[in-house]
């Protein structure tokens, strides 16, 4: 079992694998050439016309799909991203540095900033919006260095 620095699991506990987030995109092609530049891969194997399977870490991944492989998965209507927010999906990196680098080059891949820049000194943060305004949050923590209340 990896050890993780934030939390303390106990062995009964259930441990995932892996998780994939599924979003819906207007333009699959589209959302496929902005992770790109943002650095990210996509695997083959989980990738076609209909949907593409982004790599983020190696047991974290998310699943574009157009619309009409989205609905295949659910009865619900999906959630317009341009005007409310079903999830927010918050990437930890290494660094400060890594946090603005990410940012940068989502804003130069076409992105929106959601919102200002949050730095509370043991913890920094950002958010960009994707072409489908799913909200990414990219920081940066170092418990050892919160507060005592």
Avoid: C
Wanted: net charge negative.
């Amino acid at each position: 079992m990896r050890e993780h620095s934030q939390v303390n699991l106990k062995r009964e506990e259930v441990m995932i694998q892996a998780i994939y987030v599924n979003l819906p995109v207007a333009d699959l092609q589209r959302s496929m050439e902005f992770f790109r530049k943002l650095g990210f891969t996509f695997n083959p194997q989980f990738s076609n016309e209909q949907a593409a399977a982004l790599v983020i870490s190696e047991t974290i991944f998310a699943m574009l799909h157009t619309p009409e492989s989205f609905r295949r998965f659910t009865k619900k209507e999906i959630a317009n991203a341009h005007t409310t927010t079903e999830v927010l999906l918050a990437l930890q990196v290494e660094s400060k540095e890594r946090v603005n680098e990410l940012m940068n080059l989502a804003l130069k891949a076409g992105g929106r900033e959601q919102r200002d820049p949050e730095d509370y000194g043991f913890m920094f943060g950002r958010a960009f919006e994707d072409p489908d305004r799913h909200i990414w949050e990219v920081f940066w923590m170092d418990p050892s260095q919160m507060p005592e209340e």
